[in-house]
């Protein structure tokens, strides 16, 4: 057999590994997708007569007999908001167990297991409305069962990305892959709104189905470790490269790789060193950077899911829309922050500074805020440009911590290579985040009964505590002559 080409060869390589790349991109993108698809139907449905009558009628079932759900507007917001909480609390708490389970289990199958167990409690909460349920402990129950499996996507996708990728225009990377949260976000909305209407059951029935199916497709496709096919010296030697402490070995003997024949019992052998050990909680905790950023995300995502499952509900009220077309228009929200986090990642690969860039994006966020509060009462113009702007840097920020600061962290240089932090690091980021994302909404719910104004006024405040846990890490950027991604954790 002719010896390869050089050229072909390296042609053959660079598309193999590009492809491998490709599709764990996409595939990791459709995971996550679905994950946010499933979450946002209850923002959507929270807003029809018939949920809140039967979230009311489980509370006060001898007062609905005389009077409807309208009659008490303060409990029933209240009560709306502690059903957003039961997830998120149980969304939050989970976190932290996740990642340092997720170190020490396969990612495949792990993240397999968690969609469909996903899929079975989103469709269970829909099954709801079919079977004509009005205890408020099941809807709670399949909430917080629901909040404790999906725990299980955030540390297995991170992980296996950064797997793929390395720190080199990681921000960019890392900010266009991480718009899958506002394209689920989107899709979950227009689904929910066509079945909000006539059958508000169907709007979990078929994103459970959906995320599900993509468990499936999890367990049959996700590669979760790089692989590199390289032709070495004008041979056919050919190498599997793992990014876990393996060293590499020829999958063919050189004498026969040099004479051409490929024997066809010739067996596969990859040489594993010992691999490090995962790294426990605290160890996580003292690698710099980590408990700042932690807080940090705690109030950006307080503001980011406050919007999430309370926007179109301000909007009926604000717009005065139905519940289809504020769900409509609250995905423009989302398409903004689609921009805002692919910004975030290009600015700070630019400048080499993740703290200043979200920094940056936290205080232009407020008086944003204050005018989307403001200008959202004046037509369906300006409520659609401050929506754009409001999402991007709201946004922004928190998807810019989520990923490409939590892989730049879960790599950090103390670790000495040791590459099973980044699933522990990501989940402590992460969970930490998700404390605020299950007080955020609850808030909104005890809020918005004195009015809508001070809600905006605990967004606010909460945009300026994000701001303020990241100033330490900003003087350190702005003052060092480095210029490099996240020069002040290094």
Known sequence: MAPVPPGVRFLFTFNKDQWYRA?????????????????????????????????????????????????????????????????????????YLSGIIGERLPIRLYLTVGMLCSGLFTCLFGLGYIYNIHSLAFYVSVQVANGLVQTTGWPSVVTCISNWFGKGRRGLVMGVWNSHTSV?????????????????????????????????????????????INGVNGHKDMYLQFTQGSTKEPLLGRETAASGRVPLQQVVVVKS???????????????????????????????????????????????????????????????????????????????????????????????TLYGFSMISQFGLGPTVAMLLVCGGLVNGPYALITTAVSADLGTHKSLKGNARALSTVTAIIDGTGSVGAAVGPLLAGVLSAGGWDQVFYMLMTADFLALLFLLRLVKKELTSSKSRPISTVE
Not at 62 to 67: K, L
Not at 196 to 224: D, K, Q, R, T, Y
């Open 23 to 95: 599709f764990t991109f996409i595939l990791t993108f459709l995971l996550y997708t679905s994950f946010h698809l499933s979450r946002k139907p209850i923002s959507i449905v929270k807003v029809t007569p018939s949920l809140t009558h039967r979230m009311y009628i489980s509370m006060h079932p001898v007062s609905m007999i005389f009077c409807s759900p309208s009659t008490d507007k303060n409990n029933y917001k209240q009560l709306l908001g502690a059903m957003d909480y039961s997830f998120l609390f149980a969304y939050a708490i989970g976190m």
């Open 184 to 228: 689920g976000n989107i899709l979950g909305s227009l689904i929910a709104g066509s079945y909000v209407s006539s059958n508000w059951g169907m709007s979990f029935i078929v994103p459970g189905i959906i995320i599900a199916a993509m468990g499936v497709v999890c367990f049959l496709f996700l590669i979760e470790h790089q692989i590199k």
């Open 273 to 367: 060193e010992s691999e490090p050990s995962a790294i426990s909680f605290m160890g996580a905790l003292r690698i710099p950077g980590v408990i700042e950023f932690s807080l940090s995300l705690l109030f950006a995502k307080l503001v980011s899911y406050t919007f999430l499952f309370w926007l179109p509900l301000y909007i009926t009220k604000a717009a005065h829309l139905d519940a289809k077309k504020a769900g409509d228009l609250s995905t423009l929200f989302d398409v903004g922050g689609i921009v805002g986090g692919i910004l975030a990642g290009v600015i700070s690969d630019k400048l080499g500074k993740r703290a200043t860039t979200c920094a940056v994006m936290l205080l232009l966020a407020a008086p």
